[in-house]
């Protein structure tokens, strides 16, 4: 990539989903450069379309014409799939940024396929919530070469505010994963207490309120506790048990990998089958909380 692309090279975005599309728009409107971007959902294309940049037919059109690929897809399964089109149209010089939460393994693989291409790829997971995303101000953790991060963090810095450099390819995705892993467990603690607390008669918003002013405060108590837990609103089209419990499973298998017990994030996927089973997979994964006798 050369020097000049740092400020001049054409954007290109792939998947447009509820953080994907927040993204791409922040893209459009801060970059200053020619954004394309292509997502299999008719619908998603047009919203973005109606911030500016390109709509672009086909994944492959993005990949020939854009310098810097980004990336924001459900899962492992649609990481693979749309690598494969991505992967015959890469040339010599192009960025691959992939957003996508998956498996540490699958990304090396991937890495390992882009740079036989005379391409080089960063994982960059991101993690905050969907306000975050369309504020600009998720925290995105990147594993890759230094260098090739120091060429494209610019265009990362208009999705986030926080940018951390993790290791080499694959770190990104350890960081994410482990994020998420505490954050679930978090919730879950939350959540029980918030039950134990009411089914004993007292106010479960002096609980949490409490709870910011002592060892239990967190990200998660004021944002998941105090916005879904404390009213039970636990809507569709956010981040739901159904991703949820993909993202611990990565943790799980990467645990496994290393030689570790996680036995707390074995606990949490089964309470997150539980929910599923309960028909609760596509509600935003606070809905843990009915497991408990909660609404």
């Known amino acids: 990539m050369s020097s000049d692309h740092k400020g001049n090279g ?12 927040a993204m791409c728009r922040n893209l459009i409107r801060k970059s200053g450069r020619r954004v394309l971007f292509n997502d299999r959902r008719i619908e998603a294309m047009t919203d973005t379309a ?28 649609a990481l693979r799939q749309v690598m494969t089109e991505i992967l015959p149209e890469l040339r010599r010089g192009q960025i691959v940024i992939d957003t996508t939460t998956a498996s540490v393994e699958l990304t090396r693989s991937l890495a390992a396929e882009v740079r036989a291409r005379g391409a080089d790829y960063l994982d ?62 978090t919730v879950n603690a939350l959540s029980e207490a918030l039950a134990i607390a009411r089914a004993a008669g007292v106010d479960g918003a002096l609980l949490f309120e409490v709870f910011t002013k002592g060892s239990a405060d967190s990200f998660a108590l004021r944002n998941h506790g105090m916005k879904a837990l404390l009213p ?9 048990v159904a991703y949820a419990r993909k993202d611990n ?43 408990h006798g909660a609404e």
């Open 232 to 240: 039970s609103e636990f809507p569709e089209r956010a981040f739901s």
């Open 249 to 291: 499973t990565y943790a799980l298998d990467l645990a496994r990998l290393v030689g570790i017990d996680a036995t707390a994030a074995t606990m949490i996927d089964r309470i997150f089958s539980r929910a599923q089973d309960q028909g609760l997979g596509d509600n935003y994964f606070p809905v843990i909380h009915r497991l």
């Open 124 to 185: 960059a997971p991101v993690a905050r919530t969907r306000q975050a995303a369309e504020n600009g101000t998720l925290s995105i953790m990147v594993g890759g070469d230094a260098a090739v991060l120091h060429q494209v963090e610019d265009v990362l810095r208009h999705m986030g505010s926080d940018v951390t450099h993790c290791g080499p390819v694959g770190a990104g995705q350890i960081f994410k994963i482990l994020n998420n892993m505490v954050l679930f467990q």
């Open 10 to 21: 054409i954007l290109g975005f792939i998947g447009l989903g509820v953080m994907g599309g």
């Open 50 to 77: 109606a911030a500016g940049g390109e709509v672009v037919e086909t994944i492959a059109d993005v990949v020939r014409q854009a310098d810097i690929v980004l990336l924001s897809l459900p899962d492992s399964v």
